[in-house]
Each structure stands twice: as C-alpha cells, then as structure tokens.
C-alpha cells in the first residue's frame, strides 16, 4: 500500500515538509493582504517556490494566482469538480464531512457549502440549497454573487413567508452592498420584488432602471391589465429603419412552438436602427405555430420582411438553421429562438460592434434565463451569474459563413461548436462579446427542453455526451491549419469528425472513419465517472477523465472503466500494442475483432490439483516491491505448503517480474480492473461480476481478500455463498492519510471490514484488537512472515576495530513517505552527529518528495551531513548486509513492521518507536531498543550506546534471528493460515492440512 500511498500523498499536497513551517516563518503577509493565505502550506504544496527560497505571498501575488495555484488548502475545489464528473458517490460525502469538521468558517467549509449547494439545486432540493449557503440563518462569505443569486433563486423555487421576509432580502442586501452596479442585482431584486405585495410596475421598474443605465431602451406591459411575464412584455415603437443600413438575417428554426413564438417574433418586429430579413424554418410542426406565423405576417413593420419556408418532416434545429442559412441574403447572419425574447436594441448593438470592428468575424451578446413569470435564474452558477454568452445571438459576417459553412447536424451543442469553430479559424477572442453582463435577451426554460433530457441534459456537459461531442469537436479544430479547411458543407456525405451516436438523428450523416482519440470518446469501456473514483488521487486535483486517460492514463497503467485493463491488454499483447499506443484505441481498432481479450487471464506454473481453490486478491502491484507486494507472494507460498490451488486477482499489470513471481506460485492469473474501497462508493456491479464469473469458472471456494480496502471481490463472494476472508494489515486510528485516502473514520474502516468478512484475519495482536467488535465475526491472527534464507545467511555486524574499516553504519528502510518518519530520521541523524560522530545514517527507499526535500536541504547546508541516500534496492538483504543498526521512527502505528522483522531475520539490532505492533517484534533490551513515540533525541541515545557496543549488538543480533525464526516463519503463517480456514465451516478446504 505504501508505494500508492507515497504517489497519493505527494500529488495532494500535504507533503510533510519541515522546511515548509521553518521557511513560512520567515515571510509574513503583509497588512491587507489575502484574509486567507497559507504560507506554510503553499511551500508545501508547490516544493519549487520552496526551492527557489521566494517569499511565497509575493509569488502567489504575482505568479501563483496567474498560474492557477491556490493560497491555501481547499480540497473542496477538486472534489466539486468531480462532483459533476461522475464521482458523487464518494466525493458528496467528502464535501459534507467538511461541514461538520473542526473548521466552520473556513474558505475550505464555504467551497464545499457552495457546491453541495449546486448540486441540491440541480436536483430540486430547494431546502437543502438554503440549509446550505446560509447556516444559522447568515450568508457564506465567498465574495463572489452566486450563492447570494442562489439563495434568492430557492425562495421563489418555493416561496414562503419566512424565507421571502429574512433569507431573501439578506441574500439581496448583500447583492447590493457588494455588487450593486451587476445586472445579476437588479434581476434579484425584481425576483424578491415579484414573489412581495405590491404593485407589478417594481419589478418592470427596476428592469428598466438597469437597462436605462446601459442607455438600453425601457419595457412595458403589452397588456397592462394581465400579470408581468415573458409574454407581455413590450417594447417602445421603433424608428425608421435606416434605409441604407445592411440587412440582417435572422433565421428562426420553428417546431411546436405556438405558445411562445409570437413573443420571440414581436420582438424581433421592435428592433431598432436596423432591416431585418426574418426567416422562419418550421421543421414538420405538428400544432399551429405555422399560423401563429402567418398571421403575424401583417404585423411586421415595412423595414422587416417575414418569410416562412417549411420542411415536409422533421429534421432537427440546426437543419433548419441550415434551411434557413441558405434562404438568407443579409450582410449579417444571426439565429433566433423560436422561445426567447430580445430587447429591441439587441441586434443594432451587435451589428455597429461588428462594424465598429470590421476584423471580427462574429459578436454575440448575453441573456438570462427565465420562466413564463419571469423569475430569472440559471440552472448552475459557475463562473457566470445569472447573466452568461447567449450561443443562439451569433451573428455572422457573410464572409465568415462563406469560410465556415453550416451548423453541425447534431441535436444539441451545435451553436457552441460554431462559436468554438469561428475562433479555431480566425484566432481565440475573435468573436466580440457585446454588452456583457447586461441581459440584451431572456430566454424561456423549458423543462422538457432536449437540455433536461438524461442523454443531452446540461449536466453532460462535463462527462457525457456533449462533452465527448466537445472533445471531438476540438480535436477538427485543433487539426485545420487554415480556415478553410473548417468549412462544414450543409448535408456532408460523413460527417467531418465523429460525435456520439447518441446526438446523432436517424437520418444525419453517419461517423466515417474515427481516429484513435474518436474511438475512445464514443466507446462505452470508457467510464469517467468510474475513472475519478476508481484513481483516488484524481479526487484532488481539478482534471478531465477523458483527457487525462488519453493524455497521460493510460501510459501510466491506468484503466479506463471495469471492462478493460489497460496495463493487462498492454502486458498479454506487447508484440501488438507497442508504446505509446493507447491500448483501449488499439482495442477497438483491431484488438476486438481479433478476439483479444479485455481483462486477461494468464495460466500459472502450479497446475490445478484435487484440492480447495483460494482467490487471493490483491490491492495493488506497483513498479517496486513493498509490503503489499511482498506479503501477498508470502500468502502464496503459505497456500503452495497447504497444497492448495490459487487462482490470483491484481488490479493491474505494472510490473512484470512480480507478475512472474506470481505465475510460479499460483494457477491462474486475472488482472481486473478494480479500485479501494471509499465512503460513499457502491460496488461496481460489472466488477463484481468479473469476479463472479472467476469464482464460476474455477470452481473457487473462499476468496481472500490481501487488504482491508478491497470491496467487490467480498460482494462476489457472498453472493457466491462462499466465504470471504479479510486479511487486515492496517490500523486506521493511527493512519491519517489512509482514513483520508477513503474519505472514512477510523470506525467506518473498521466497520466496512466487519460488514464484508466471514473471517477476519490481522497480522498482529495489534491489529486484532483494533479490529475487535462484538460480532459474530471471528478474528484470527495471521502473522506476517518474510522469506528469511537470504537474511539468514548473512554474517553478524563487524565494525569493532581490526574487523573493518569504516564509520558504524545506521540504517532505514522505508517507503519514505511523510508518515514513515523522514523527519525524525534527520532530528535523530542530527543529534548521532554529536553522540556517536563516526556513524552514518543511511536511507533505502523511494526517492519521495519528502526525500527529495531532505537532500535539497543538505545541499544547503540545512540537514545534517551524515546522511546518505543509498535509493531503492529490489531484495533486503542487499540493504541490511550494508548495515549494522536498523532504525523504525514511523510516525504513524506499524500493523506489524515488515523491515523490523526482515532486520531481526538479518542478526541487526533495531531501534524503534514503542508504537503499533513493534512490541509484539523487538523485545526491550533483548532484540532491541524500544523508546517514547516522537522521540528521534532517545532514539540517537540508544543507536550511539549500540555504537559503541559491538559485542552487544551481536547478541541482540542473534536474539533477534532466534526470536524472527521462533514466532514469524513460514511455517508459523502456514500454521496460523490452515487454523483459520477450518473457521470457515468448508470442510473441502481443511481435509488434506
């Protein structure tokens, strides 16, 4: 676990880096700045401003905000980014648990209340949305609109007397005290001043007091005696059209719209300073909007001409567009929907910016959302407030349609990939935003509009189809090199890049011929949601699943959803998915149709026997061998004793010489992809069926489980109506960064655990009794063991004088992540420096960021210079035939201390925090030192004593390999593993032990 941890650690950014506090001291923020700036934790968190020795409030001033780095810890960002991405399962629980935390009022409790509370509102839980952003009846601070603008959006969702009389006019008080110059402000306030007794005429006032400040004309009531809404709004009379001013097409695409397009074409009568040429597209409508048209025809002033060209069955918008693109002779090109509004100085505006700026190819203007009464809102506050780019105000040069053709034949996202697409060929910032921020229209949300359905709804945006549409989209435009080439024909023969299927009408073009990244965007074993959940590190920093798969995934092992292993196709198949070749493109390009297997399955060198089979399951195999490696090669040597059959499970394929090591000890090999448990997460159904399946095939009688963080192979198993053994190798109360990698508490592991074995396995005593609850679950200590011939063999510690030459050598081997004690390692090395001046101390391991900083430091002279960094060696003994006295300062409880034991087994003595299992190895004064936890100065005191004491160290040397052969052989785990098997009540597993 250790090596998973370290990567985790490291990409989260709390790093336990010394330096970071001592240098933090240094730089005070000066008066006025950020109200919330981190400087310990920003040096941390970015190691190369820590390195480069900058004052960390003026990089973050001048630097860090520009590069997207964050003043202080806030977890919350991330997470409510995968919240929209798939994730909800696990990091909804994260968000929440901030709120009950010992830190309210905190920017990191403010994030997560605003994005819980986006999220309640995306489901209609109006309460929730409140309960949220203002606890204890006030505000959060996030100095920013939209959680204000969402407060007041829940009261008239569901108005009552107590929120419309305190919650809302806070919410608005704040609004105008902070942003009273928004149009956001204005359209809160004539939310609160419809939903309040008196007069209609306050909301339209206020309207028309924003738009009188952006020198807007003012709106009145088409019929004063009905109610304000989006239907009765009306507009002063407009002046003559300038008679040689260009014409502007406005092509209107029209289905079913006979409530509503009435409105949207009186307001496009009442545009001013400006000749229309208004096309209406009726795609098959099935009610009577085609004579709500036509009878409009008489109402169009002279300088507007009205036409109406109609398709004999229906097509979609964007064809209509099209339809309508193609009818048009304007100068300028624009859209309208068939149920939107548009202020009567919407479309002169956008035509004398474009004129103003004859280089623009297009300009669109902003809108805000609205129901029939006029409520504004917006359905999720990012960025944006209520007010945001309106995609359906582009409007065109006629070149510029010349150069780009038509809209996509999609059915949604094809106006933001035309605006996307006029910036790919004519250079980012090209279209002009005009008025923004002032609402120029108000367009009706519909709830049963294509942006609510499940497939297209807003929300897949982030993960589903519109954004693998986007995706794709990008990629063409990324591609062309000149303008031209971006041309989209109206009816391609293919289409010109492909987009999900979903989005594709019967009668659309067809995908042609996908590249590789096309495959993988429309393939269904690509799963984001399961990506984020699945890669526990990605819940920590803001990123894309599919782009990250793509981009750097699945180059790192990673796998794309439960159905497909990309380390295990990459591993059965080398000859054929070479580097750097995605292995899921090659899959669905050639892979499938050949036959090739998604989750490979490899025959060990143990042939199946008239014996009980075993599915030992790992939780992960990383590039280097730590103790989740080594303990599971441990359990597979104990099961070849009891001369049963094994069939392994590993959630990747990263590292082929422990895969080999595997193969010699087992039957079979399965590599599946599959993920840790977390709070929050349900099994994921198509893994536990793998799992099922592996069980069916093999005839398997018990799975057990190498971890307490593994969750589908124990669902698999007691729907099998087999037993599953955990086996516990953690102790959750003393392991922070564990309890926080699963977003649980120390009693949630411990529950998970209980809930999922039949039979609890701990390596220690210690553990046992971590893990001991009044259920009916038995706990059996299981031991850890090591393969000890190698350690055995070595000769004793010789550094007395005449038995060699050279300093006493002390040494650690360790993971070397935050909590297995770096720090105290180098306060202990410290004081050696005057104690015992003649040792050195030195470090195996992985070359952490926690190393990294420790010799970045010595390099400066700020660490003590007797240490010395030996990196990562693949067989202890090739550490330990180095070393004379083996120290463990592990900041968190060791669930057994597998390098301890691999010392005793070696003849060194070892001087270790009394913490954890350690106890249950070295015995004080014996085999050993044991000192007070968190005291690296009593630690330097005992390995000085040893030192100096050659002979002594010999005899705790020997003590020691007595005691490692006694009580932690293989044979005591073979032993302890058949005792409890028989618990399982299968009699098949124990009649040949």
């Known amino acids: 676990m ?29 008066e006025g700045a950020a109200a919330h700036f981190d400087a310990a934790w920003y040096l941390s968190a970015y190691p190369d401003v820590a390195a480069a020795g900058i004052d960390p409030w003026e990089h973050y001033q001048y630097h860090g905000k520009t590069e997207g780095r964050l003043p202080y810890r806030n977890r919350a960002l991330a997470w ?37 509370a986006r999220w309640y509102a995306w489901q209609g839980r109006w309460d929730a949305v409140i309960d949220s952003l203002m606890p204890g009846g006030h505000l959060i601070e996030l100095n920013q609109p939209g959680p204000a603008l969402l ?15 305190q919650m809302a006019p806070q919410a608005l008080a704040f609004l105008e005290a902070n942003f009273p110059h928004a149009a956001d402000t204005a359209l809160a306030r004539s939310n609160v001043l419809r939903l309040t007794p008196g007069p209609q005429s306050q909301p339209l006032a206020v309207l028309n007091a924003l738009f009188h400040t952006h020198g807007l004309a003012p709106l009145a009531l088409r019929m004063p005696e009905q109610p304000l809404g989006l239907n009765n709004l009306a507009a002063p009379v407009p002046t003559a059209a300038a008679a040689s001013g260009p014409l502007i097409s406005v092509v209107v695409p029209l289905y079913n719209a006979e409530l509503t397009i009435a409105t949207a074409l009186r307001s496009l009568f009442a545009q001013q300073e400006v000749r229309l040429e208004i096309i209406v597209v009726d795609d098959a409508s099935q009610d009577g909007s085609v004579g709500v048209v036509e009878a409009l025809q008489q109402e169009a002033p002279e300088h507007v001409q009205l036409l109406v060209v109609r398709h004999f069955h229906n097509q979609g918008a964007y064809a209509a567009r099209n339809t309508g693109m193609a009818a048009a002779s304007g100068e300028f090109l624009t859209t ?3 149920d939107d509004w548009s202020h009567p100085q919407k479309l002169q505006h956008q035509v004398q910016a474009l004129i103003a700026h004859p280089d623009a190819p297009a300009c669109l203007s902003h809108w805000v959302r609205v129901t029939p009464a006029l409520h504004f809102h917006r359905w999720r506050l990012d960025e944006y407030g209520w007010v945001y780019p309106n995609m359906s105000s582009l409007m065109l040069r006629r070149a510029t349609f010349d150069t780009l053709g038509y809209w996509d034949l999609v059915s949604v996202n094809a106006d933001t990939e035309w605006r996307l697409r006029v910036e790919a060929g004519f250079g980012a910032g090209s279209v002009l935003e005009v008025l923004p921020g002032v609402p120029l229209a108000f367009g009706l949300a519909d709830e049963g509009s294509l942006s609510q359905h499940a497939n297209s709804h807003l929300v897949s945006q982030f993960s589903g189809a519109r954004f693998r549409y986007m995706q794709m989209a990008s990629a063409w435009h990324s591609a062309a090199i000149e303008a031209t080439e971006l041309y989209m024909p109206r009816v391609p023969e293919q289409r010109l890049f492909c987009a999900p299927l979903a989005m594709l009408r019967e009668d659309a073009p067809r995908n042609g011929h996908p590249t590789d990244f096309e495959c993988v965007c429309e393939s269904t074993l690509f799963d984001p949601g399961w990506y984020l959940t699945r890669y526990i590190d990605l819940q920590q920093t803001p990123v894309e699943p599919l782009r990250h798969y793509w981009e750097s995934g699945a180059a790192e092992g990673r796998d794309p959803g439960p159905d497909f292993s990309s380390s295990g196709y990459r591993r059965r198949y080398p000859e054929r998915c070479t580097e750097p070749e995605n292995p899921l493109a090659h899959f669905l390009r050639e892979g499938r149709a050949l036959g090739y297997a998604p989750l490979p399955v490899w025959e060990g060198e143990r ?24 303990s599971l090669l441990d359990v597979l040597e104990a099961f070849s004793a009891l001369r049963w059959n094994v069939v392994v499970t590993l959630p990747e394929a990263n590292n082929e010489a422990y895969e080999q090591a595997i193969m010699q000890r087992c039957c079979a090999l399965a590599i599946l992809p599959y993920g840790w448990w977390q709070v929050g997460k349900p099994p994921v159904e198509a893994t536990v069926s793998h799992f099922e399946a592996l069980i069916h095939r093999y005839s398997v009688k018990a799975v057990h489980g190498n971890t307490s963080v593994l969750h589908e192979p124990y669902v698999a198993a007691k729907r099998a109506g087999i037993p599953a053994l955990v086996h516990v190798r953690e102790l959750p109360k003393h392991d922070e960064a564990l309890c926080e990698l699963l977003g649980a508490t120390p009693e949630e592991v411990v529950s998970h655990v209980h809930a999922q074995a039949d039979i609890l396995l701990a390596n220690s005593q210690c553990v046992a009794k971590a893990f001991a609850l009044p259920s009916e679950v038995p706990v059996c200590v299981v031991p850890n063991t090591i393969h000890m011939p190698p350690l055995l063999a070595l000769p004793p510690v010789q550094f007395a004088p005449g038995e060699r030459v050279g300093n006493v050598r002390v040494g650690m081997l360790s993971s070397n992540v935050a909590k297995k004690g770096i720090d105290d390692l180098e306060a202990m090395a410290g004081h050696l420096q005057s104690l015992a001046p003649f040792a050195i101390v030195v470090l195996y391991g992985a070359r952490s960021p926690e190393v990294e900083a420790l010799l970045r430091r010595q390099a400066q002279g700020r660490a003590p210079a007797n240490i010395h960094f030996a990196g990562y060696v693949e067989r202890p003994e090739q550490a330990l035939a180095e070393l004379d006295i083996v120290v463990n300062l592990s900041r968190f409880q060791e669930s057994f201390g597998r390098t301890v034991l691999e010392a005793m087994a070696a003849g060194r003595p070892v001087v270790a925090y009394r913490w954890g299992a350690l106890e249950e190895l070295i015995i004080e004064g014996e085999t050993g030192h044991l000192v007070a936890y968190g005291e690296p100065f009593a630690a330097a005191q005992q390995v000085a004593k040893l030192a100096m004491a ?7 040397g020997k003590a020691a390999q007595r005691r490692a052969e006694t ?25 040949d032990t």
């Open 607 to 630: 042939v199946f026997a008239q014996q009980p089979t075993v599915m030992l399951c790992a939780h992960q195999a990383g590039a280097t061998h730590y103790g989740a490696e080594r």
């Open 2 to 30: 250790h090596s998973f941890l370290a990567k985790w650690w490291s990409k989260l950014g709390r790093r336990k880096v010394a330096e970071s506090a001592t240098l933090a001291k240094r730089y005070v923020a000066p």
């Open 151 to 165: 407060v007041i959006d829940a009261c008239c969702r569901e108005p009552n007397t107590q929120r419309l009389s």
């Open 950 to 956: 050659p002979a002594q160290c010999r005899r705790f």
């Open 336 to 338: 309208h929907d068939s």
């Open 967 to 991: 009580c932690f052989s293989s044979a005591e785990l073979v032993a302890a593993l058949a005792r409890a098997y028989r618990k399982t009540g299968v009699s098949a597993l124990t009649a």
């Open 80 to 116: 409510d980014h995968a919240l929209w991405r798939g994730a909800s399962s696990v990091v909804l629980p994260r968000l929440v648990s901030v709120l009950s935390a010992d830190n309210a009022n905190t920017p990191e409790q403010h994030t997560a209340r605003w994005a819980l």
